[in-house]
């Protein structure tokens, strides 16, 4: 007898409440109270034999860069992912990355795309345009169970935490150098109830809002 496929999917989410498993929103704010998107939210679990989220296959993922600005501003990998870079300019870019986690250069013409590039280390890879001053992109690769971006309502939602103690990090391109990684505490109860973490970060002003200074010889 087949198994309708509507009872698995019910199965599935009853087996989850079952377990604690609670959806988790984080608000994240400036100091002045606006919505902050592009904010990079890890969980991670302090019992370290609590369940885990893995991701079953690499992915590869692709970086616009159109009216001369990458896009995303941030993107989230998994160690094994790749990135594409694509070019929707009329203009050349010389795109590169002196990241000790992956250090690359090379310039696309206009329509052109990359190579797929294998991102293997743990860590934040700063990319920019050697032509547009003002263009940059941050590849986030972690590791961590649990992991969200922030939309430009300042909402990171991550689903399906089963019960326990957790710590809650959050990261954004423009902190402050050297700031501390502190984690906020979070507990999932049995029932599984959704969460609400607010965190506000006091963050430097947008560095793509610069006067370019585009170079004329390529």
Not at 41 to 69: F, G, H
Not at 131 to 140: A, G, N, S, V
Request: hydrophobic share 40%.
């Amino acid at each position: 007898m087949k198994c309708c496929r509507y009872c698995v999917i019910v199965a599935f989410f009853a087996l989850t409440r079952s377990l604690g498993a609670a959806e988790l929103t984080v608000h994240i704010t400036d100091a002045r109270g606006a919505a902050v998107a592009d904010a990079v939210v890890t969980i991670v679990p302090r019992d370290s034999t609590a369940a885990t989220t893995r991701k079953a296959s690499a992915e590869t993922k692709v970086v616009d860069q159109k009216a001369e600005t990458f896009n995303p501003y941030v993107e989230i990998f998994r160690p094994g992912d790749s990135v594409v870079f694509h070019n929707s300019d009329q203009t050349r870019h010389h795109v590169y990355s002196f990241a000790p986690t992956r250090r690359f250069e090379f310039v696309l013409t206009s329509g052109q795309s990359s190579a797929p590039l294998q991102l293997d280390q743990v860590g934040v890879v700063a990319v920019g345009c050697n032509i547009h001053d003002r263009m940059i992109t941050y590849l986030y690769v972690a590791d961590a169970p649990w992991i969200a971006r922030s939309a430009i309502n300042g909402q990171a939602i991550i689903d399906a935490l089963p019960a326990g103690d957790f710590d809650v990090r959050v990261w954004h391109p423009q902190l402050r150098p050297g700031r501390p990684d502190s984690a906020q505490p979070l507990h999932i109860a049995e029932s599984g109830d959704a969460k609400q973490l607010a965190v506000s970060l006091s963050l430097l002003p947008d560095p793509r809002a610069v006067a370019d200074r585009e170079r004329t010889s390529y």
